[in-house]
């Protein structure tokens, strides 16, 4: 596989459904780069491949090498490169049955679980996310939102938030973290204040599943794909975002005669106020 053209490097066929995918560079430099995919298997065994990616000199791209498989019991939710926590190594974060921890060749470097998800129980992780000070934040179809320190493999805070949820994520220097429900609510939690839960809503009600964008430059946007009835890119803007019981204001996006949901959104890195929306039926709107 050599560089394609307008910028497109592959493709690179794989040999099963991908339900995720996560991209960071390697501490090994000169354009290594490390590639997690996670399998959507129904009814097989699924698993986590890590590749690593050579973006070599001169534009010339080698095919991705599959270095190790990672088992999971069922389809992996969701996969998410680390910082390295202190070291050069780079982790990767899985979540399925529980979290996982794993080096990039294939070894389990923690599992987590807190105590609401004994061993004996199974607790489906629908997300996970982590913020670059190095904390990490699940979320299960229990309701319960779960905080983690990966240095010591504990769980800091937990909240139960009374409904199956769907997404999580940090936001940014504020270090708040958001979580989407299936009934239609979007949760912010301030782990300073672990008593505050503040709820975003919206004039029109939708409902989960769903995903969640923090603007990368904006760090007071944050826009909630429902995927449900009633779907629609909700855009929460948050007043004084670093106190989550602050007011926030609220807007649907839709495109007139077009029913079909944003199945996946994103912000732009360099254009802090265009948000990307990939739509079921195919289309993409900015």
Same mark, same amino acid.
């Given at each position: 596989?050599? !560089?394609?053209?307008?910028?497109?490097?592959?493709?690179? @066929?794989?040999?099963?459904?991908?339900?995720? $995918? /996560?991209?960071? %560079?390697?501490? /090994?430099?000169?354009?290594? $780069?490390?590639?997690?995919?996670?399998?959507?298997?129904?009814? @097989? %065994?699924?698993?986590?491949?890590?590749?690593?990616?050579?973006?070599?000199?001169?534009?010339?791209?080698?095919?991705?090498?599959?270095?190790?498989?990672? %088992?999971?019991?069922?389809?992996?939710?969701?996969?998410?490169?680390?910082?390295?926590?202190?070291? #050069?190594?780079?982790?990767?974060?899985?979540?399925?049955?529980?979290?996982? &921890?794993?080096?990039?060749?294939?070894?389990?470097?923690?599992?987590?679980?807190?105590? /609401?998800?004994?061993?004996?129980?199974?607790?489906? &992780?629908?997300?996970?996310?982590?913020?670059?000070?190095?904390?990490? @934040? !699940?979320?299960?179809?229990?309701?319960?939102?779960?905080?983690?320190?990966?240095?010591?493999?504990?769980?800091?805070?937990?909240?139960?938030?009374?409904?199956?949820?769907?997404?999580?994520?940090?936001?940014?220097?504020?270090?708040?973290? @958001?979580?989407?429900?299936?009934?239609?609510?979007?949760?912010?939690?301030?782990?300073?204040?672990?008593?505050?839960?503040?709820?975003?809503?919206?004039?029109?009600?939708?409902?989960?599943?769903?995903?969640?964008?923090?603007?990368?430059?904006?760090?007071?946007?944050?826009?909630? #794909?429902?995927?449900?009835?009633?779907?629609?890119?909700?855009?929460? #803007?948050?007043?004084?975002?670093?106190?989550?019981?602050?007011? !926030?204001?609220?807007?649907?996006?839709?495109?007139?005669? #077009?029913?079909?949901?944003?199945?996946? &959104?994103?912000?732009?890195?360099?254009?802090?106020?265009?948000?990307?929306? /990939?739509?079921?039926?195919?289309?993409?709107?900015?």
């Amino acid at each position: 596989m050599g !560089s394609g053209h307008d910028g497109v490097l592959g493709p690179y @066929a794989l040999d099963y459904a991908v339900h995720d $995918m /996560a991209l960071c %560079p390697s501490s /090994a430099g000169d354009g290594a $780069m490390w590639l997690a995919t996670s399998s959507f298997l129904p009814e @097989a %065994p699924n698993f986590v491949e890590i590749s690593s990616l050579d973006l070599g000199r001169g534009g010339v791209v080698q095919a991705p090498q599959p270095v190790a498989r990672l %088992p999971h019991y069922f389809p992996p939710s969701r996969v998410r490169w680390l910082p390295g926590m202190g070291s #050069s190594a780079e982790l990767l974060a899985t979540s399925g049955d529980c979290l996982r &921890i794993w080096r990039p060749d294939g070894q389990l470097h923690q599992l987590l679980r807190h105590g /609401a998800n004994p061993e004996e129980v199974c607790t489906p &992780i629908t997300s996970v996310d982590w913020s670059e000070k190095g904390g990490l @934040a !699940s979320c299960d179809v229990y309701g319960v939102c779960v905080l983690w320190d990966v240095n010591s493999g504990t769980a800091v805070q937990a909240f139960d938030l009374g409904q199956q949820l769907c997404d999580v994520a940090y936001g940014g220097d504020h270090g708040l973290v @958001a979580v989407a429900g299936e009934r239609g609510d979007c949760f912010l939690l301030d782990p300073r204040q672990a008593q505050d839960v503040h709820v975003l809503s919206s004039r029109e009600k939708a409902r989960g599943p769903a995903r969640l964008a923090w603007s990368a430059c904006r760090t007071d946007l944050l826009a909630v #794909s429902w995927q449900g009835e009633g779907g629609g890119v909700v855009l929460h #803007s948050i007043h004084q975002p670093g106190h989550a019981g602050q007011k !926030s204001t609220s807007r649907m996006l839709r495109t007139p005669g #077009s029913g079909a949901v944003a199945a996946d &959104i994103e912000w732009s890195p360099a254009y802090p106020e265009q948000l990307c929306c /990939a739509k079921e039926d195919g289309v993409v709107e900015v």
